[in-house]
């Protein structure tokens, strides 16, 4: 199993030689090969996504990638600037379905901004389209409006749309995972609107046929935007297009409190994925080896179950993290009175501890 290892910027390669060392410890049969990405590839190569970088993805099993970004770059060129390489990630490997889980960690229900009975024990997952919608519709641009409100005024303008193949494979990541989970999926859309959205539900519909074993419901992305805050437990896996996914998982995300503690992929059609932290690279706290790289060390267990076919690895991984966490350690954004605040590798090292108890344990 070959993995592609992309720290990226800023705090990237700090919280990456974290995840790496608990691969490491792992009993598996790992190869892994690291390669610049973003303003770092930037700076050697020229470009934040250069050639050799891009093959090294293409060859391997699986992408783990840190963050990529800094206010520096902010002036160069768009297609330069470190974010293209995300992207031209997602292009070139085909990452269509985005999976952003929101867990919130029943040590660290006080981070959220909700109230704690709303969010103990939540563990919800959203699945964002990726690859289609408004953010890649054509035409899109600027011109003098020939009607509207204002004729002769200049505009500009994106086109939403969607095919029937885009919905129909996001709808069966949907099902499927729901399938493994608590057999629920909530399609968002906005039917009572847009054109796109009456299709998206009319599709998601149809497919679910297939899946008779899971419960569909579908809701308007004003109400999903609602329900997230006042009820989020109520959901399990919500399935919707890129420009909705884009903002609710950002919403769900902030309801686990932080940040730092969540993971993501981004699958292929053969579950080929990239993983990464949903954060950034954190150019405010880059470099003082403080940042929480547990969301990168979950992204590594994602990464397993996914595309490695290791689930058992996954899950010790996982439960590794939760007991790191009951035994209170805690890094500067999680850390609350009554815990001990830890660096990056302070953390890293005791999960890495905690995975070897447990393998001693299992080993016997
Ligand atoms: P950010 O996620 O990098 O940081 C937001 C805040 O959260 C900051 O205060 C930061 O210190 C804190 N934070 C983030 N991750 C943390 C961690 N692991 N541990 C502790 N604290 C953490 O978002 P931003 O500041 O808006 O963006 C910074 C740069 O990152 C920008 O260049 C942006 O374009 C880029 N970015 C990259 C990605 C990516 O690589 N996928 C995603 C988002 C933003």
Same mark, same amino acid.
């Given at each position: 199993?070959?993995?592609?290892?992309?720290?990226?910027?800023?705090?990237?390669?700090?919280?990456?030689?974290?995840?790496?060392?608990?691969?490491?410890?792992?009993?598996?049969?790992?190869?892994?090969?690291?390669?610049?990405?973003?303003?770092?590839?930037?700076?050697?190569?020229?470009?934040?996504?250069?050639?050799?970088?891009?093959?090294?993805?293409?060859?391997?099993?699986?992408?783990?990638?840190?963050?990529?970004?800094?206010?520096?770059?902010?002036?160069?060129?768009?297609?330069?600037?470190?974010?293209?390489?995300?992207?031209?990630?997602?292009?070139?490997?085909?990452?269509?379905?985005?999976?952003?889980?929101?867990?919130?960690?029943? @040590?660290?229900?006080?981070?959220?901004?909700?109230?704690?009975?709303?969010?103990?024990?939540?563990?919800?997952?959203?699945?964002?389209?990726?690859?289609?919608?408004?953010?890649?519709?054509?035409?899109?641009?600027?011109?003098?409006?020939?009607?509207?409100?204002?004729?002769?005024?200049?505009?500009?303008?994106?086109?939403?749309?969607?095919?029937?193949?885009?919905?129909?494979?996001?709808?069966?990541?949907?099902?499927?995972?729901?399938?493994?989970?608590?057999?629920?999926?909530?399609?968002?859309?906005?039917?009572?609107?847009?054109?796109?959205?009456?299709?998206?539900?009319?599709?998601?519909?149809?497919?679910?046929? @297939?899946?008779?074993?899971?419960?569909?419901?579908?809701?308007?992305?004003?109400?999903?935007?609602?329900?997230?805050?006042?009820?989020?437990?109520?959901?399990?896996?919500?399935?919707?297009?890129?420009?909705?996914?884009?903002?609710?998982?950002?919403?769900?995300?902030?309801?686990?409190?932080?940040?730092?503690?969540?993971?993501?992929?981004?699958?292929?059609?053969?579950?080929?994925?990239?993983?990464?932290?949903?954060?950034?690279?954190?150019?405010?706290?880059?470099?003082?080896?403080?940042?929480?790289?547990?969301?990168?060390?979950?992204?590594?267990?994602?990464?397993?179950?996914?595309?490695?076919?290791?689930?058992?690895?996954?899950?010790?991984?996982?439960?590794?993290?939760?007991?790191?966490?009951?035994?209170?350690?805690?890094?500067?954004?999680?850390?609350?009175?009554?815990?001990?605040?830890?660096?990056?590798?302070?953390?890293?090292?005791?999960?890495?501890?905690?995975?070897?108890?447990?393998?001693?344990?299992?080993?016997?």
């Amino acid at each position: 199993m070959k993995i592609a290892i992309l720290p990226g910027d800023g705090i990237g390669t700090e919280i990456m030689a974290e995840a790496v060392k608990v691969l490491n410890v792992l009993d598996l049969k790992l190869e892994t090969e690291q390669a610049l990405v973003g303003g770092a590839a930037y700076e050697a190569h020229g470009h934040p996504l250069p050639e050799s970088t891009l093959n090294l993805a293409k060859s391997a099993d699986a992408v783990l990638f840190g963050a990529v970004g800094d206010w520096k770059y902010d002036k160069l060129e768009r297609q330069l600037r470190p974010e293209q390489a995300i992207l031209g990630l997602r292009k070139h490997l085909g990452l269509f379905a985005n999976f952003r889980p929101a867990i919130c960690y029943e @040590q660290l229900t006080h981070a959220s901004s909700l109230k704690p009975e709303l969010v103990a024990g939540l563990d919800i997952l959203i699945i964002r389209e990726l690859t289609g919608d408004i953010y890649f519709g054509q035409p899109r641009g600027r011109r003098v409006a020939i009607d509207g409100h204002f004729p002769g005024a200049e505009e500009a303008f994106d086109t939403m749309r969607y095919s029937k193949p885009e919905i129909e494979r996001i709808a069966h990541v949907a099902f499927q995972a729901a399938r493994r989970r608590n057999k629920k999926v909530t399609s968002v859309d906005k039917a009572n609107v847009l054109e796109t959205f009456q299709f998206w539900k009319d599709v998601v519909t149809e497919v679910h046929a @297939q899946y008779p074993d899971v419960a569909l419901d579908h809701m308007y992305v004003d109400n999903a935007a609602m329900q997230l805050v006042k009820a989020p437990k109520a959901f399990d896996v919500v399935v919707t297009g890129n420009m909705f996914g884009d903002i609710l998982s950002d919403e769900a995300a902030m309801l686990t409190g932080s940040i730092g503690m969540l993971p993501s992929a981004s699958l292929d059609k053969n579950n080929k994925g990239l993983y990464e932290p949903s954060h950034g690279s954190a150019p405010d706290i880059a470099g003082k080896g403080i940042a929480n790289p547990l969301a990168t060390i979950l992204s590594a267990a994602m990464m397993l179950r996914f595309s490695l076919n290791q689930p058992e690895a996954a899950a010790r991984i996982e439960s590794a993290v939760r007991s790191v966490l009951s035994a209170g350690l805690r890094t500067g954004d999680i850390w609350s009175e009554g815990t001990r605040k830890v660096g990056t590798r302070e953390m890293g090292d005791a999960v890495v501890a905690a995975l070897v108890t447990t393998t001693t344990i299992t080993k016997g």
